[in-house]
Nanobody, 125 residues
Framework: QVQLVESGGGLVPAGGSLRLSCAASGRSLSTYSMAWFRQAPGKEREFVAYIQWSSSNTRYADSVKGRFTISRDNAKTTVFLQMNSLKPEDTAVYYC??????????????????WGQGTQVTVSS
């Protein structure tokens, strides 16, 4: 199974920006569809953004639409989440996830077989 490593989290003031990265160790992500999820303290892990393996199809949670952008590099070894106009309610641990098939909805955690360790994003008010 592919190994994923996130980076780029940190502490930012409200209105600021961060760019998260998710890299696969030792292999290309070209045949995987990728997603970002987040989990705030005391809450369930929730869907944030999705990109299909061909990069032609992206989806976003309503709460981040227009502020976050998911993308992948040309070599398809890294997936990014550009987060702009951050709000305190965006504070969470952000996880990237990968799946190699289309079984199950893209917004469900159970549809993904590989996960990173997470990176903390804290937005101060």
């Amino acid at each position: 199974q592919v190994q994923l490593v996130e980076s780029g989290g940190g502490l930012v003031p409200a209105g600021g920006s961060l760019r998260l990265s998710c890299a696969a160790s030792g292999r290309s992500l070209s045949t995987y569809s990728m997603a970002w999820f987040r989990q705030a303290p005391g809450k369930e892990r929730e869907f944030v953004a999705y990109i299909q393996w061909s990069s032609s199809n992206t989806r976003y949670a309503d709460s981040v639409k227009g502020r976050f952008t998911i993308s992948r590099d040309n070599a398809k070894t890294t997936v990014f989440l550009q987060m702009n106009s951050l709000k305190p309610e965006d504070t969470a641990v952000y996880y990237c996830a990968a799946r190699s098939d289309y079984i199950g909805g893209y917004e469900y955690t159970s549809s993904y077989g590989a996960w990173g360790q997470g990176t903390q994003v804290t937005v101060s008010s």
